[in-house]
């Protein structure tokens, strides 16, 4: 193995954005729309440079839910990447089109508004995102940990295709580092 | 004016047009923005290719993308209404980046929110939708002059090189059957009808 490519491997294996990207890769998730957030940059540049996906921004959270949505009907499965205040902005298209359409919308949300939040709006938007999701009753999960991230991301993505239901995965600042006043 | 290109154009009606549109159809995909769009999209003949919207006001567009670019050699038709995508202008600017090439754009704008009590848009009057599509990045969107012309488009759309959208003026007149208001079923259907899986 070439040194790029072994540092490269190193990389995925150690980082949270590495370890998505892979999760991603291995459930076959080629199509992933984003509106982009501070945190998600890594992620979204590493998409962006590989081939496999297919990966671009949205003016709204919604219009790249709905994106996902009619490619999953028509074979390819997506995956969309927002921070919380784009969550939620999302209460109608959960509500009229992933539920009751039975589709596997799989949401990867960097959480902000916690932990450090140096935005009050930030902070209040936060707090609408879990009543949301369970008035709903759909599956959510907030990931702090690097050794569970593979565990939940991998099996909440298949957990949503078998079931044919939404799932929102929270990428807590625990994880992530989040987004601080000094950057 | 802006507005010269609209006015010239004949006022049609949705349904006459979504028949015109379904009869000369054979594999392609068609999603039925919420509403009165949807419901003549049923009324003129239901077939497992249609995807009907029952909420989500605004993404028939952003939908169609998405089946657009699953699908490459499938031509995917989306039917939306003026008052719909002002809801989601942003979307235009989506498709002109991705511009798939199988994908055709009907807008039906009578510049009112008819099934709520046919109240104006913000837009109606002064707004030119094609122009937006145009400024947006969409080269190929016109509006189409009387229902001959609105043929003439569909066909000429299949050959593009990039993405089309066709505005139509149409009056007032309520949706001609209602969708059955079944989402599992119609998902369902509309999967069997693009290929990817078999009915129970």
Known sequence: MAAAEQASSQKTATTWHGIVLQTLKRNEIKLVPYVPDRVLTTLIKDLHADPYFTTFPTARE??????VSGA???GTRGAVLMQTSGFATL?????????????????????????????YGQALVCRTMRPVLDSLAMEHHTITRLDELEFIADRSIKQAVTTQAPVALILSPLLTGGKTFDK | ??????????????????????????????????????????AAGHRPENFYMLGSMGLAFPIALGV????????????????SLLMQLGCLSTIATLAPKNLTMVVMDNGIYQ???????????????VAVAIASGIANSSWAADEDDFERLIAQSKQASGPTLIGVRIDDKPGTGTTRRDP?????????????????
């Open chain 1, 62 to 67: 919604e219009e790249a839910v709905g994106i």
């Open chain 1, 72 to 74: 999953w009907m028509a």
């Open chain 2, 68 to 83: 657009a670019l699953a699908q490459p050699k499938r031509r995917v038709f989306a039917l939306e209404g003026d008052g």
């Open chain 2, 115 to 129: 099934i709520t009590g046919s109240q104006p848009t913000p837009a109606a009057g002064h707004t030119d939708i």
């Open chain 1, 91 to 119: 209460a109608n298209v959960l509500a009229s089109l992933a539920v009751p359409y039975q589709i596997p919308l799989i949401m990867f949300v960097s959480e902000r508004g916690t932990l450090g939040e140096f935005n």
């Open chain 2, 184 to 200: 599992v079923q119609i998902r369902e259907r509309f999967m069997h009808g693009m290929g990817v899986r078999q009915l129970l």
């Open chain 2, 1 to 42: 004016m802006t507005s010269t290109q609209a006015r010239n154009t004949k006022v049609m009606n949705r349904f006459e047009l979504t028949q015109r549109l379904v009869a000369g159809l054979k594999d392609e995909a068609v999603i039925g923005g919420i509403g009165n769009t949807n419901f003549d999209l049923w």
